[in-house]
């Protein structure tokens, strides 16, 4: 089942903070964060673990309620390179990460 | 050196024909993927194969068939094009889950965009 984003999207100015949540009805094993510029591929941000272990880029913090199957990704002190859509993707016990719809990011100078 | 390459990078069609999309990575990764990608930027994945053997087959129309000659390659067939195929084809790979099931990053080829007329 898809994971729910929210929002769907944001528009910030330069330096900035925003958060992008991602909900699954389900159990889950691991969320998955990527974000995709326009024309462009979606490019890995991070993986959270059930269990506490992420794997990622060290400027982007994330969350992962197991218990509440959410995880929300923050950026802070935004730049204009963060524009893009971000998409969260769930991952159960299957091997295959199903995504949400996406949050569009944009980042006024 | 790019990771994961896709070629054409656009493909444009007409109703009826088959085309061939063909994807490679020099990652050394075991497992590749097929995602589609609608135009409300939806990306569902399609297929997965890990050392040439299919492993997740979602609800695709038969008119899809993957092949994977060997780990670095994945291609894609599309027999009988419809107006709905129109979309971009994502191909994608990673290391395959370790013995603790800890998942891997995907790294993701530069998309095909297909158009069918």
Known sequence: QQPVQSPQAVILREGEDAVINCSSSKALYSVHWYRQKHGEAPVFLMILLKGGEQKGHEKISASFNEKKQQSSLYLTASQLSYSGTYFCGTENWADKIIFGKGTRLHILP | ?117
């Not at chain 2, 990608?37 to 068939?65: A, C, G, H, W």
């Not at chain 2, 993957?66 to 290391?95: Q, R, T």
């Open chain 2, 1 to 117: 050196d790019t990771a994961v390459s896709q070629t054409p990078k656009y493909l444009v069609t007409q109703m009826g024909n088959d085309k061939s999309i063909k994807c490679e990575q020099n990652l050394g990764h075991d497992t590749m993927y097929w995602y589609k990608q609608d135009s409300k930027k939806f990306l569902k994945i399609m297929f997965s194969y890990n050392n040439k053997e299919l492993i997740i087959n979602e609800t695709v129309p038969n008119r899809f068939s993957p092949k994977s000659p060997d780990k670095a390659h994945l291609n894609l067939h599309i027999n009988s094009l419809e107006l709905g195929d129109s979309a971009v084809y994502f191909c994608a790979s990673s290391l395959k889950k370790d013995f603790s099931g800890s998942s891997y990053e995907q790294y993701f080829g530069p998309g095909t965009r297909l158009t069918v007329t």
